[in-house]
């Protein structure tokens, strides 16, 4: 059949107003047949409203793109080319938790690569590894893109625990770092290169290039010196200057979490005081969102959109599936198999790193070993994304509490086993598989 | 300045002329302000030849290029961009012996991987070395592209011996390949992409797809059927259909000399009676070329070029600037530090590997190991060149000999001896640092 | 129960008596209570015999070691600490076929990492791994030992297709270049040590140590002066002076099929007319052995014995066996999982190494990596064994193939194929895994 | 000349007599013919004190061993077969001060892998690689066996920065550990084997046998339920249980200073306000030591000395001497060269492994990677060290900052900032090398 068809399972989410315009925007390269939206029955209602939106949008635009909802996803897989999860398993009721709790413990909650990240992870993995299930059996030659955070965990889970090949975790770091380079230097982004490797949200640049040159020296004398690149959603506290030029890496935003982590602390003990967690201001933008979305009156995508943290997070997805589809060998920065790219990580697990996007998939450009300064922590990362992923496969408590316990936000085995038992107790709804182990 | 100004050493080569015309059809996008031939004092008549060609070529297309000659290039390197280099030390008389001596003892000679080769990169290695001390200290910005044989070797050299990281050794054997592939398969190049990894002369296409399908069932089928792909200069003595089958790679045409050793001896013995060596025949093509050249009427690359067995080499050379220059990131197969690319290899070695070519050079794609039924046979022509590079470099008598030894080509120490002595000997003229440890 | 269990498969083998020669020298320290010598029915008069000449044998010594015999290896098994494995499937019939068959398309048979190897594993693999199921089922805390060529791909194929980890792969090889050694330099064999690392009948010792000094120099001098050493079974071509000082490593007899392969084969070709394969003496040895061995009123293993190539091995196996027993922690040569010792091979491989010989098993001493003159030689040793351990489990034609194909010995593709298809036909009646395959 | 030489620079120290208490016990087969005490002018006077007990040790066990004294280490290398160290540059005044600053941060000093540990190393490195420099020249064949702290760090800076290779590191933590467990178990220490695998301080047993058989759940209940084994000048804060149990390592002492930072810092800021850091608590001791080795009646070890730390430390020093010197083949557990022993960390880099000792040096023994739930931690502080050893060599205000920045105990780009630039500032008599960078 012409054109190509796209699933999206948590298709109610507040972000797929930004996929429906980044596919509107792609049509004459990007000729998207069908896409599914496909979410949970507690979330139909979202779903309703997003796909009327998307329907106007798409009739707004006058692109011949079928919008098709379903509360089945083994109904949308038949077929498709390419499969896209955005899934948040627990909402962001979850996301409170996993914030707060560990708060209480003087430990910051991390929702990727801290223990917030460890309790999304065993929420999210065995999900995510059951619509993996049904790819393999109903849509086997798709390409299965997740950007359910934590992206490089879930990756990391999908390359261990299923039969998928084709999946790549998407992140909007890179992306952002890009252009917040292009802005410090005022310069085209496309006059930047950016070699990146490490892990998701534990991402460096290695070298930045103007033109051909390379100018690290330069980006990160600006860096230090006036207000630093951050996220959205990540207090920016400024970064010791002679720390940054000694490292002379670009660090990503989520770098501060583990390079000043008191500081950072203190920003989100203060910030829980004032307005609660991130997962709190997130519900209340979610809130507006929905009203804004529901006016039927609206068929573009709404710039309220882009105050979220995962702005451009759709559009660097509907430019992955370009790249494949259109085979464009353009560099994009996804999480894959590493294969020996970054050469002191094993060749089996999941890596952020620059990657060439073509028609047989994303094939990641060789960086050598991660540099000596960063090749601990990024490691360290890395054993608690594989342990965070064997424990939400196993339900082993022991896993569950190793990787916890060697987290760098946690100072102590004993803060590790508090936290751990809280976490566990307050999302033993959406954690099935620990009955047994957490019992004993 | 505008434009860019390139440096061709062993510019008075018979395949300058296609250089010309590449960089003649490029000049749009590549423009092109000054060519530089160079060569040696008893290269004077072919440099004067070769670049009055070139004038009457760049004056007819009606582009501003200008074609300087000299026979000292320290005078034509300031300022480079490009520094390519094409020479043959010791011409082909030298090529011919490095054919003919091996040929006494039953042994191939093989001008590149083999024991000619060993004696081609020892005369060519100290010379190569010269000139990377020059750029380094004349146009140490400047990119420098051998295509000089063996090119492998000679990377693996100016990686190991000079203070150049800006080098790359190209080859016209992928570019070959690739498109026999596109013959075989009736589909055009573009549709076509193979992911290239080995070494000069000993790669492999580990995949080939067509629109983003793995197809290599269907091309070794093809392969192993009808005629087999090859080079100009090398006869096809068919692969055995199950053998290629059970390798499930695509072997470049120079395995022959590995896989289908006797054929390919007899054939070189036959061909010897018959013709002479290939060298003597390259010898006769070259005498006509040049006859050709000298027609002052000519004003154009001439067809017969093609009838070489380098061709393409000098349209690779141009593409690869090209993209060099305007940023392509298209892909290329070339001669380049590893750094990890190839695991099983070590990092700091020259591999041949499809590369991402930017304006910051060529990036190499992670492939992972090589296959379990390679690996010990490229790890043997690794080890090859890295000790014949050594042994240029030193002129260490035993490391030579170890080289020779090792080369599979080569089936007894004793022979391996015979060969080196005689070889030493042959080319007394051309290797000025074995002096001492031959006498001994 | 009081002291050791041994369950020797294959006990009806003409080297059995040098096995209790060495239980008994040893009984002091190793007190075996039982040793079970397991053969199928076919062997049962050797069987007899050999044992009949055990029992003479322990008695006369006076040690209380019972002797059981058996034709049914589960009977034997349950309880054993050791189990050790001599056989020989297919018998020196199959052997000579080994050895004949590659001659006639002028190929060296070889008969453990030659194309006489291959089969010789194909007809072995099978039957060990059969074995290994018994063990593990019936006494799964033994160690098990292997002495049954070829002892690489034996042990390699244990590691990765059985459920064994207590293995370990014996040669005398290693023994026998110390102790030749250790005659050259005519010092005490205690005084010398040696680094062992490579592959079975593919080692290298890669430096040799006088009571703690350095003395590689010397020993190879010498080696490439006088008589070189060599085994029973291998002639002794000389190796060329200037070869092995530039190797500088010590080779085993072995590697003169590789360095010095014209030679070999001339000397194979003449050996077969003179006197038959190597195979066809050693059938004329046994009858001679077993002859003396009906004999009542011998009771101590005959001097003859020693003449076999395999001499040695069974004092290796008492060796291994009073280490481990014992915890001696001694240094012994041994094929076990490499596990990161020698770099340059898979970590999960089976590798020969200097180990030290501990009551947890063999710990393999860290080398490093191969020297770049042989690494490429061996990794090709090493996927020759993988590919046949891997074709001798799935019966793959192609597979088989390619193990022949890029055997070092075999210098076409063809060349492979008929003797490959040769060799399949004559031995069909041990390879019933490739019944279908062949047919294909 | 008959009989071992040895000198032991920093002679003064007042481990000194365990060192000759271990010389004279092993006379019978480590005969030491000369003990040379050096050490620099200001330590004049414990030296007179050490070399007069030293004699008087010497003279009453009745052994021919000469104890020499110099303050020119130039007089005593000559000839010398083992040369140790045991300095302290900047004395027990300047650890205090290591203690003190990063506590006032609120970060643990920690004298050898912490903030503390660098400025020891920043001081100590400089004065060793001297001290290799006069054995490269005056006894280029002697052992150089150092005991400084940090043994790790120092050992690195040996290995990339001076031309020695004979050299190891010791530390008596490994073998504390081993008697610690014998003592768990309540057997013989000679029943007990532990491999063991890491860095310096930053070691883990990773299995441990009894009598050949695993034990390590044995060992860690035991560890986690009861007093927790420790060092002398470590508090024991106790484990987590199900912490410890899921780790199934066997952690050492220093380990709780990573994984119960909180607990550790609060006890060291309570024990400051006690009784002020362990320099000063060592201090007392030194001094009730002299001036009972002071004594001239005293011609023994004082039991007192075991109260120190570093007991064993030159028991550990004189059974590796010894093993070295009579080929024992024992296994040690010391910093070498890894050689790729723990193949997740640097083949040129130092580590802390189980090694055979022989003649020859010690062997490391193959241990695979350190386990994924370390792998991370271990590699820090590895990167940690590296970064140490550059800047004590180079003098580089940056590489010293990241180094600082990096260390696990260390939470914030700033804070590592702070501590720096006080302790560089209270140092600055012991840091010539700083003179210009620090200004800077």
Same mark, same amino acid.
């Given at each position: 059949?012409?054109?190509? !068809?796209i699933?999206t399972?948590?298709g109610?989410s $507040?972000?797929?107003?930004e996929?429906?315009?980044?596919?509107?925007?792609?049509?004459p390269?990007?000729?998207?047949?069908?896409?599914w939206?496909?979410?949970?029955?507690?979330?139909? !209602?979202?779903l309703?409203?997003?796909s009327?939106?998307?329907k106007? /949008?798409?009739? !707004?635009a006058?692109?011949?793109?079928e919008?098709?909802t379903?509360?089945?996803?083994?109904?949308?897989?038949?077929g498709?080319?390419?499969?896209t999860?955005?899934?948040?398993?627990?909402?962001l009721?979850?996301?409170a938790k996993?914030?707060?709790i560990? #708060?209480? &413990?003087?430990?910051i909650?991390?929702?990727?690569?801290?223990?917030?990240?460890l309790?999304?992870?065993l929420?999210?993995?065995?999900?995510?590894l059951?619509?993996c299930?049904?790819?393999?059996?109903?849509?086997?030659?798709a390409?299965f893109?997740n950007?359910?955070?934590?992206a490089?965990?879930?990756?990391?889970?999908?390359?261990?625990?299923?039969?998928i090949?084709?999946?790549?975790?998407?992140?909007?770091? *890179?992306? %952002? /770092?890009h252009m917040?380079?292009?802005?410090?230097?005022?310069?085209?982004?496309s006059?930047?290169?950016?070699?990146?490797?490490?892990?998701?949200? /534990?991402?460096?640049?290695?070298?930045?290039?103007?033109?051909?040159k390379?100018?690290m020296?330069?980006v990160?004398?600006?860096?230090a010196?006036? *207000?630093?690149?951050?996220?959205?959603?990540i @207090?920016?506290?400024?970064?010791? !200057?002679?720390?940054?030029?000694a490292?002379n #890496?670009?660090?990503c935003p989520y770098?501060?979490?583990?390079?000043?982590?008191?500081?950072?602390?203190?920003?989100e003990q203060?910030a829980?005081?004032?307005?609660?967690?991130?997962?709190?201001?997130v519900?209340?933008?979610?809130?507006?969102?929905?009203?804004?979305y529901?006016?039927?009156?609206? =068929?573009?995508? *709404?710039?309220?959109l882009?105050?979220?943290?995962? =702005?451009?997070?759709s559009d660097?997805?509907?430019?992955?599936i370009?790249?494949?589809?259109?085979?464009?060998?353009?560099?994009?920065?996804v999480?894959?198999?590493?294969?020996?790219?970054i050469?002191?990580?094993?060749?089996?697990?999941?890596?952020?790193?620059?990657?060439i996007i073509t028609?047989?998939?994303?094939?990641?450009?060789?960086? %050598?070993?991660?540099?000596?300064? @960063?090749?601990?922590?990024?490691?360290q990362?890395k054993?608690?994304?594989?342990?965070? =992923?064997?424990a939400?496969?196993?339900? $082993?408590?022991?896993?569950?509490?190793?990787?916890?316990?060697?987290n *760098?936000?946690v $100072? $102590?085995?004993?803060?590790a086993?508090?936290?751990?038992?809280e976490? #566990?107790?307050?999302?033993?709804e959406y #954690?099935?598989?620990?009955?047994?182990? &957490?019992? %004993?």
């Amino acid at each position: 059949m012409e054109g190509i !068809k796209i699933v999206t399972i948590g298709g109610g989410s $507040s972000y797929t107003p930004e996929l429906i315009e980044g596919f509107i925007k792609r049509y004459p390269e990007l000729p998207v047949r069908e896409l599914w939206l496909v979410d949970i029955p507690e979330g139909r !209602k979202k779903l309703e409203v997003v796909s009327a939106l998307a329907k106007r /949008m798409v009739e !707004k635009a006058g692109v011949p793109i079928e919008i098709h909802t379903t509360l089945d996803r083994r109904e949308a897989l038949p077929g498709a080319d390419f499969v896209t999860t955005q899934i948040r398993v627990g909402h962001l009721e979850a996301r409170a938790k996993d914030e707060r709790i560990p #708060l209480k &413990y003087g430990v910051i909650g991390q929702e990727t690569n801290g223990p917030g990240g460890l309790f999304k992870g065993l929420r999210t993995i065995p999900v995510i590894l059951e619509i993996c299930r049904d790819i393999e059996e109903l849509c086997p030659e798709a390409w299965f893109i997740n950007f359910s955070n934590p992206a490089g965990m879930v990756t990391e889970a999908v390359l261990r625990y299923s039969g998928i090949t084709k999946t790549i975790g998407l992140c909007n770091v *890179p992306i %952002g /770092m890009h252009m917040a380079v292009a802005e410090m230097l005022e310069v085209e982004q496309s006059r930047i290169h950016i070699d990146f490797a490490g892990l998701n949200h /534990m991402v460096f640049g290695l070298e930045v290039y103007l033109d051909g040159k390379a100018v690290m020296g330069e980006v990160l004398d600006k860096l230090a010196s006036g *207000p630093s690149m951050t996220m959205k959603n990540i @207090v920016d506290v400024g970064w010791e !200057k002679d720390f940054i030029k000694a490292l002379n #890496l670009l660090p990503c935003p989520y770098h501060r979490y583990y390079y000043q982590t008191e500081k950072m602390l203190e920003q989100e003990q203060q910030a829980l005081q004032d307005k609660g967690t991130r997962a709190e201001v997130v519900q209340d933008l979610e809130k507006e969102l929905f009203t804004l979305y529901s006016d039927e009156s609206l =068929a573009v995508k *709404p710039k309220q959109l882009e105050e979220r943290g995962g =702005a451009f997070y759709s559009d660097a997805a509907c430019n992955l599936i370009n790249s494949i589809y259109n085979n464009k060998q353009d560099i994009q920065v996804v999480n894959v198999r590493n294969n020996g790219a970054i050469s002191s990580l094993p060749a089996d697990s999941a890596v952020e790193v620059s990657c060439i996007i073509t028609n047989e998939g994303p094939k990641p450009i060789a960086m %050598g070993g991660m540099p000596v300064a @960063v090749s601990g922590l990024v490691q360290q990362i890395k054993s608690f994304e594989r342990l965070a =992923a064997e424990a939400a496969v196993t339900g $082993s408590y022991h896993t569950a509490l190793l990787a916890m316990a060697i987290n *760098p936000l946690v $100072s $102590s085995d004993s803060t590790a086993k508090q936290i751990l038992d809280e976490m #566990l107790e307050a999302h033993k709804e959406y #954690l099935p598989q620990f009955e047994k182990s &957490y019992a %004993g």
